[in-house]
């Protein structure tokens, strides 16, 4: 990690110090693979709902669940 944020941030970190680390075991959701995503954001009218359950369970799931859900919406308006 060191190694990883002085090429970041461009400082030599050799000389940090660990301060904490934690391990939070089962953080995400299983997500089997080869599962299929929600292909639909709108549960009912005028109701929309993301999460990253809703695709992978990830940072990166829950803000491409939001963005498609964001997208349906707008979609609908226009319609």
Same mark, same amino acid.
Do not use: C
């Given at each position: ?31 089997? $693979?080869?599962?299929? *995503? ?13 999460? +990253?359950? #809703? &695709?992978? $369970?990830?940072?990166? *799931? ?13 979609? +609908?308006? #226009? &319609?």
């Amino acid at each position: 990690m060191r190694r990883h944020l002085a090429l970041l941030w461009g400082a030599d970190s050799s000389d940090w110090s660990l301060i904490a680390k934690y391990e939070i075991p089962k953080s995400l959701p299983i997500f089997a $693979p080869g599962a299929q *995503g929600v292909t639909s954001a709108k549960i009912s009218n005028n109701i929309y709902v993301a999460g +990253d359950y #809703r &695709s992978t $369970p990830s940072q990166n *799931g829950a803000l491409l669940s939001g963005r498609l859900a964001a997208e349906e919406l707008l979609f +609908d308006e #226009r &319609s």
